[in-house]
């Protein structure tokens, strides 16, 4: 099993571009979530999805979009992108233990 | 919102000292997770405590929850290069779906 999937692992945008950063799991968890960590700010839950067609805002959701069609993919959606976003991005799956990806890097010049 | 406190930020021992990490929530919580990151790593889960008062070891890792269930810590007894990395405690109140991270705890250990 794979376990947690995301790309890309790195990206450079310019401001105002957009993009989607992917997420997979093949664990077949209900519940997955998008969290940003940035230099001494810990993760920050950024949505959240408790099963395909149900999603929810955690503490930093503005400029991201998130939809959940299946219960495998949860992709994050970047729709302007601002030199604030520049960030380490990590998608998680799981609710009592959570597994996450390796992580996306973005900058946004 | 609820709020998770973690201290210290930082802390350098050497090898073979003890080490604890504090968390503090600004409510109470139904259940509190800990994580480690390496440096250049994601965040693995380590454990989860439910119960109030709840102590579980993971050989020279000891973990508690506070009677209150609003705090938590994570001791390392005897540390060793090993043990290097940031340590996250993590917590869900209630009926929310949220978990909420501390900021972490940076170990650094001199061999």
């Known amino acids: 099993n794979a376990g947690v999937t995301q790309t890309p692992k790195f990206q450079v945008l310019k401001t105002g571009q957009s993009m989607t950063l992917q997420c997979a799991q093949d664990m077949n968890h209900e519940y997955m979530s998008w969290y940003r960590q940035d230099p001494g700010m810990g993760l920050r839950l950024i949505h959240y999805s408790v099963g395909a067609g149900i999603t929810d805002q955690g503490e930093v959701p503005n400029g991201y979009n998130v939809s959940r069609s299946t219960t495998e993919d949860f992709p994050l959606r970047l729709l302007s992108a601002a030199p604030s976003q520049t960030s380490v991005y990590f998608c998680a799956s799981g609710f009592g233990e959570l597994f996450f990806g390796e992580g996306s890097r973005l900058t946004v010049l | 919102g609820q709020q998770v406190m973690q201290i210290p930020q930082y802390q350098h021992v050497q090898e073979g000292e003890d080490f604890t990490t504090y968390c503090n929530s600004s409510t109470t919580l139904s259940n509190i997770q800990w994580y480690k990151q390496r440096p250049g790593g994601h965040p693995v889960f380590l454990i989860q405590l439910v119960k109030s008062g709840e102590v579980k070891k993971q050989k020279r890792l000891t973990f508690q929850f506070g009677e209150a269930k609003k705090n938590s810590s994570l001791h390392i007894t005897a540390t060793q290069t090993t043990d290097v990395g940031t340590y996250f405690c993590?917590?869900?109140?209630?009926?929310?779906?949220?978990?909420?991270f501390g900021k972490g705890t940076l170990l650094t250990v001199n061999p």
């Open positions: 993590a917590g869900r109140g209630g009926s929310n779906y949220k978990l909420t």
